[in-house]
């Protein structure tokens, strides 16, 4: 990144705003200066230098760390120095401060930028249930590579992608106490160059396990044992499978997301991120008005006594019916049936299920989300899985 020195003046508030150009904007010559990182997130730094060494301390989060309070805290650092202390000096209590400690309190500084509570709460449990018990009461600086691989290897081999996702969160917990002056040195969570040497890779050790999918054959017989239930699971369900959506997509739906025949998905529910609207077939809306009329008052699409129905009812409902599978595996089955089954492109496919686009030049260009379009294939698939091909023309082999 290029700094972008402004020595003789101060910098302005509407600057700081407009400014988007990842970079070093100096705050005149007190060495505070606003950081732009190419996410377009906005950082306070002082830059100043102690015994021969130059370092950067974080003063905060722009606009909720004010000019004025970085400012502030920028005076306060610099009278620090002036007195032969390093403000990045731990003090004996902060180099004392637990992993635990410090751990709970940077996931609960983090929620704000994860797309869910979910995440956090996931983020919470594995630190909880497999890090916690050997590390949890160890002193910030005091952890090292042992520590880290005692939380691992128990789970290593029989919890994959848990235990490298834990990994990760370690190593961000640690890099962040290291920012923050608590500890120095080598990260010992970091994976390249060093657990890489003690740790089998996590690819080689086991394979991912995609949900359980029900092939897009038997969708049809399924469906007809589904309707003969009367559960509101069931009603969801069918509903999570005409639609292709997601289990908290639908478990979270209200009633005031859906205008004329269109579901409309906040950014908040949705993986991606972006909001995300679902034409909804003729059936779809049959479910809708069978499952309002059982819970007239309530805001959610389906639910009990104004209370929604639980992430988990789907998928004990599947159970109960005897199908070892997931409910998030019925998108597979929509995405298998729209390749296998119809000309029906597979951009249509992708939009309908809502993933992100991972190319960053065509998201770019994407304006439009085919609302049209994905409503005839809406309603293919509907027919489809009523044991109607309706106007789904079956791909031959050539």
């Given at each position: 990144m290029r700094e972008r020195r402004r020595m003789a003046k101060q910098l302005q508030y509407a600057q700081i705003t407009k400014a988007t150009t990842p970079g070093r904007y100096f705050d005149g010559g007190s060495g505070l200066h606003l950081l732009i990182k190419r996410s377009g997130r906005k950082?306070?730094?002082?830059r100043y230098t102690f015994a021969g060494r130059r370092r950067d301390m974080g003063l905060g989060v722009f606009p909720r760390q004010s000019l004025a309070e970085a400012r502030k805290a920028s005076q306060a650092a610099r009278v620090q120095l002036d007195s032969g202390i390093d403000p990045l000096a731990p003090t004996p209590a902060v180099q004392q401060m637990a992993f635990k400690e410090f751990a709970t309190s940077y996931v609960q500084d983090r929620r704000a930028e994860w797309k869910n509570a979910t995440h956090a709460a996931q983020w919470l449990f594995t630190l909880q249930k497999y890090a916690f018990p050997f590390i949890g009461c160890k002193p910030l600086a005091e952890i090292a590579t042992e520590?880290?691989?005692a939380v691992l290897q128990p789970i290593w081999t029989t919890k994959t992608e848990t235990a490298s996702r834990l990994r990760g969160r370690i190593e961000r917990i640690l890099a962040a106490a290291t920012t923050r002056g608590m500890r120095s040195g080598v990260n010992p969570a970091v994976w390249r160059g060093h657990l890489d040497t003690l740790l089998p890779i996590p690819r080689k050790?086991?394979?991912?396990?995609h949900h359980a999918a029900l092939a897009f054959g038997d969708i049809p017989v399924f469906m007809e044992k589904l309707r003969a239930r009367a559960a509101l699971a069931a009603l969801a369900l069918e509903f999570t499978i005409l639609t292709a959506a997601r289990t908290n997509e639908?478990?979270?739906a209200e009633r005031h997301e859906v205008i004329d025949g269109v579901w409309t998905v906040p950014a908040e529910r949705?993986?991606?991120g972006r909001v995300h609207r679902v034409p909804l077939c003729s059936r779809a809306l049959t479910i809708l008005m069978i499952a309002a009329a059982r819970d007239a008052d309530s805001p959610y699409?389906?639910?009990r006594a104004g209370r929604?129905?639980?992430n988990m009812s789907m998928l004990i409902l599947l159970r109960r019916m005897g199908y070892p599978i997931t409910v998030h595996g019925f998108r597979s089955t929509f995405r298998d049936w729209v390749s296998e089954c119809t000309q029906h492109s597979p951009e249509l496919a992708e939009m309908a299920l809502a993933h992100a686009i991972p190319n960053k030049a065509e998201a770019a260009y994407r304006r439009g989300d085919l609302l049209q379009p994905?409503?005839?294939l809406m309603s293919d698939w509907e027919k489809y899985c009523a044991g109607d091909p309706g106007n789904v023309r079956m791909l031959r082999a050539a």
């Open positions: 950082y306070w730094v002082l520590d880290v691989l050790v086991s394979r991912v396990q639908v478990t979270g949705m993986k991606a699409l389906f639910s929604k129905l639980s994905r409503r005839l």
